[in-house]
């Protein structure tokens, strides 16, 4: 007969074997807070990007060996957490900053979520990431571009996508190959709306071309969610500028057009920071009258076949809408949060933040054009990397610079409607 004494010791000599992380292989779940616009003026963005989200989870969750060097794509749930599932913990910043910081708070405190990612608007993320980084809960950002995020010492943050000089870099240099090819551009003027996201930007882009020899000739500035801009459309058509720098969230891109329309004034040349001329919804509602715009971006739906092309099937068969560039770089950040706590083999914070710190991915891990996947001690990817997009022939954009990267040549001058 067994003594109750050797029992008690099997039983403490059982416990020792457990793994540390025993409570998540026992309840088989992740949880990961994303904190989106899922109403508001943004609502279309946090919509696509949840949807994005959702099929990365199927990706992750069930195993997707098509996907080939894809992290977590081969088997099913974390390997290293014996199979867990990542659940994504939806959380609505309503496009506020405020109620973002609300909405990670409630994340970290109720819901017990491991780590964050969100929150589309620079100036949520603001606030929403500096409530992470209070409680020690990695923040990983896909999408938003303001210089500062990354300028606050945060050791629990961490962007995958370029920033605001990646992109005013880019700007530049196609800005120059046009002028080669003959368009005139040393004209340029800047419209941006009054958010972190939009003031933020403006300067950069503004710093990086003087920094190379070129002054912005205008800038406008006009408040988000804006319900008249006549009087910056024919600020414009007064001005005639060579080219018109569009920094706008989704409503006022659209407005923008519908303005420009009304009043018959075409630029020569358009150029979006991505945000709203990105949206799915600004394609649907304007995209007709938009022709010839050109568009940042680090998204390309590749060959057929292709990890991103089998990718971009699934969002589309999900979402009803072609995958943006925006909801892609989002769903990428949260790619890279899951690779981290797979290698982590823990859903300790502090362990996912070093194993963040130590993330390494190659380009043929990416579904993005990016070069990789490398912070820098700021938490900033060093790696990221953006190309020129066009609508071109309807409503899709196509890739048109740098030319290695170009599906279609550029279209001069801007066709409008």
């Known amino acids: 007969m067994i003594s109750k004494h050797f029992l008690g010791l099997l039983c403490a ?16 779940t992740v949880k990961v807070g994303a904190v989106f616009p899922l109403s508001g003026g943004s609502a279309s963005a946090g919509v696509h990007a949840k949807a994005a989200i959702e099929v990365a989870m199927d990706i992750i969750n069930n195993a997707h060996p098509e996907f080939g060097n894809f992290p977590l794509a081969k088997s099913a749930g974390f390997a290293g957490l014996g199979g ?3 659940e994504a913990v939806f959380a609505d910043n309503q496009g506020s900053p405020a109620t973002g910081q609300n909405q990670t708070l409630r994340l970290i405190t109720e819901e017990k979520v ?11 993320t603001l606030t929403a990431s500096a409530i992470a980084e209070k409680y020690g809960i990695p923040f990983v950002n896909g999408e938003s571009v303001a210089a500062n995020l990354t300028e606050r010492g945060f050791k629990w943050f961490f962007r995958v996508t370029p920033v605001a000089a990646d992109f005013a870099r880019i700007f530049f240099e196609f800005l120059a190959d046009m002028k080669a090819a003959g368009a005139k551009t040393d004209n340029v003027a800047i419209v941006h709306d009054t958010t972190e996201y939009g003031t933020s930007v403006a300067s950069v882009i503004a710093s990086v071309f003087k920094e190379r020899g070129q002054t912005i000739a205008l800038d406008i500035a006009y408040t988000s969610n804006a319900t008249d801009v006549q ?13 018109v720098i569009m920094i706008a969230y989704t409503s006022d891109a659209i407005l ?11 630029p020569p040349m358009i150029i979006a920071d991505d945000s709203g001329y990105s949206d799915p919804s600004f394609i649907k509602a304007v995209g007709k009258i938009s022709q010839g715009a050109f568009n940042r971006s680090s998204w390309s739906v590749g060959p057929p076949g292709s990890p991103t092309a089998l990718i971009a099937e699934m969002y589309k068969k999900k979402s009803g809408d072609d995958l943006d560039d925006t909801a ?8 890279v949060l899951c690779e981290a706590i797979d290698r982590a083999g823990s859903t300790e914070p502090a362990k ?6 130590a993330t390494d991915l190659k380009p043929d891990q990416l579904m993005m054009g990016y070069k990789g996947v490398k912070f820098d001690e700021k938490g900033q990817n060093m790696l990221a990397a953006g190309l020129i997009i066009q609508l071109q022939d309807g409503e899709n954009y196509v890739a048109v610079w740098p030319k290695a990267s170009a599906g279609k040549a550029p279209v ?3 066709k409008g409607w």
């Open 13 to 28: 000599a059982a416990i020792c074997v457990l793994p540390a992380d025993h409570a998540f292989a026992q309840e088989k």
């Open 84 to 86: 867990a599932k990542v």
């Open 114 to 124: 491991v780590a964050i990612t969100g929150a589309y608007q620079s100036g949520v």
């Open 231 to 243: 009087s910056q459309v024919l600020q414009l058509k007064e001005k005639k500028p060579d080219v």
């Open 256 to 266: 923008y057009q519908k303005t420009m329309q009304s009043l018959d004034y075409k």
């Open 328 to 335: 892609a770089r989002a769903m990428q950040a949260f790619f």
């Open 352 to 357: 996912i933040q070093a194993a963040l710190k």
């Open 412 to 414: 001069l001058p801007y």
